[in-house]
């Protein structure tokens, strides 16, 4: 199993900036692939990013150009750095990990935009 475990969420004016840190921790190795989610209040889990074990990187068009996800190996840390925020990106982030046999998510962190 991995454990996620995201930091980095918080109150931020529109126009601001935030990095989201995705901690994980156990069968790391096996984790083939990494995504970050959103869910906004009444809202559907949304996918923002991803990157592979391979450094391949995917974005939602929405947030391409604004959001970019990375990782450091040597702190098993993978990382959201949003910039120009908007109230619209409220919402609590998610990682999310796929070891090939099963997936597994972090509790999520919270993202407040105010306009």
């Known amino acids: 199993h991995v454990q996620l475990v995201e930091s980095g969420g918080g109150l931020v004016q529109a126009g601001g900036s935030l990095r989201l840190s995705c901690a994980a921790s156990?069968?790391?190795?096996?984790?083939?692939?990494m995504g970050w989610y959103r869910q906004a209040p009444g809202k559907r889990r949304e996918f923002l990013a991803s990157i592979t074990t391979g450094g391949t990187t995917n974005y939602w068009d929405s947030v391409k150009g604004r959001f970019t996800i990375s990782r450091d190996n040597a702190k098993n840390t993978w990382y959201l750095q949003m910039n120009s925020l908007k109230p619209e990106d409220t919402a609590v982030y998610y990682c999310r990990s796929d070891e090939g046999y099963r997936e597994d998510w972090g509790q999520g962190t919270q993202v407040t935009v105010s306009s």
């Open positions: 156990g069968d790391v190795f096996r984790i083939n692939y």
